[in-house]
């Protein structure tokens, strides 16, 4: 399940250019123009009235067509390895992003991302999400602000807004780089447990790359940094000048289950567990955030699954999965599971149990928490 996470990021930091809801934060005003057809543009002439003049011939313009982009032309595996300084896995195609993790454990992961015209509304909402669930200030005022400069593709007023909005937040830094050939750089370090998760965004013209990390406690923000802005050179120089988002023909070489969501197969053998702490809809009032979730023992079962994620007020809320979430797994053989949550926000959580055969239990209601600092 580790894996399965790990996959999401796009969320939220990536996590999520084509499929994403935006009603809590960016809503979409325009669809991603996706066409892969030729378009003949013909420009006729007035009509000449002087007989001696040669015919004049229609005008024909062609428009490049937008390319389908696969994501994981973007990325190399041996590139991937020398930033994660590990082997990595097959990597993973989805909703425009390529990803590759850690091979040892799934712990570790980059992603990269590219986008152009109304498609960057995918890559903008990522990073407003990113910072909004590291506990940065997104009232319902920026929130409209920034919506605003994403529909009119003011990429150097978006970035400078959540780097604005970042401020004060105490494990995460946010920050616009000058870097030549490049309009706009922006850059988020954020600190977390026995990890590390870095956000680079680099625009030129009216097309992003979006590089995201989770990385180890031993690498450095400088370091990542740098690689992540190499990175993004070869990535700008394997784009083709007009392109849009698209599934890779082939299938991804490594399979992607429904994050955190167990498959269930044949007869359900085990009843939900009996959730019991934290208290269903609890305010909770400290800092730092660390959670235990607690719930009664299943009789047959082997180990648990837990999901958990992260909230943006609304009503009904808009909740989202977060890689940082987990310490190194959300799956445990006792009947209590601890983590650090990541903002000062609402969040939910839900278990499952699992018996001898691997087989998944009903799942439990989510219960509801909110962390006030």
């Not at 399940?1 to 809590?24: D, E, G, I, P, Q």
């Not at 509304?121 to 409209?144: C, H, K, P």
């Amino acid at each position: 399940m580790t894996k399965n996470l790990k996959f999401l990021v796009l969320f939220v930091f990536s996590v999520s250019l084509l499929a994403c809801n935006l009603s809590t934060l960016l809503q979409k005003t325009a669809e991603p123009g996706s066409s892969t057809i030729e378009t003949l543009v013909i420009n006729t002439p007035l009509p000449i009235q002087s007989t001696t003049s040669p015919t004049a011939m229609p005008t024909i313009e062609i428009q490049a067509a937008a390319q389908g982009l696969d994501p994981c032309t973007l990325i190399t595996g041996p590139e991937a390895e020398a930033i994660l300084a590990e082997s990595v896995s097959a990597p993973n195609a989805m909703s425009g992003t390529c990803s590759y993790s850690n091979a040892k454990d799934s712990l570790y992961l980059i992603s990269v991302a590219a986008a152009q015209d109304a498609d960057t509304n995918g890559v903008l909402q990522g990073q407003a999400m990113l910072i909004g669930f590291a506990g940065a200030q997104l009232d319902e005022a920026r929130m409209t602000k920034l919506k605003s400069m994403a529909a009119s593709m003011d990429f150097t007023g978006f970035f400078t807004e959540l780097v604005a909005a970042a401020e004060g937040t105490p494990t995460l830094k946010a920050k616009l780089i000058d870097k030549d050939g490049q309009d706009v750089t922006y850059w988020t370090w954020q600190s977390a447990d026995t990890r590390r998760q870095g956000a680079y965004v680099a625009v030129r013209g009216n097309t992003l790359v979006n590089i995201n990390l989770i990385v180890s406690e031993t690498q450095t923000e400088e370091a990542m940094l740098a690689a992540a802005g190499e990175l993004a050179d070869q990535v700008f120089e394997r784009l083709p000048a007009k392109f849009s988002l698209a599934v890779p023909t082939s299938n991804p070489t490594q399979a992607v289950e429904s994050m955190a969501t167990p498959t269930l197969v044949g007869p359900v053998l085990l009843p939900a567990p009996n959730q019991k702490a934290p208290a269903n809809g609890i305010s909770i009032d400290k800092y730092p955030r660390a959670t235990t979730l607690e719930w009664a023992a299943v009789p047959g079962a082997v180990k648990y699954g837990v999901e958990i994620q992260g909230c943006e007020a609304g009503n009904p809320p808009t909740c989202y999965p977060h890689p940082m979430y987990e310490n190194t797994s959300r799956e445990t053989t006792t009947t209590s599971y601890t983590f650090t949550f990541m903002g000062m926000q609402p969040g939910q959580w839900r278990v499952w149990a699992v018996d001898a055969n691997g087989q998944a239990g009903e799942l439990s209601p989510w219960w509801t928490f909110t962390y006030l600092k």
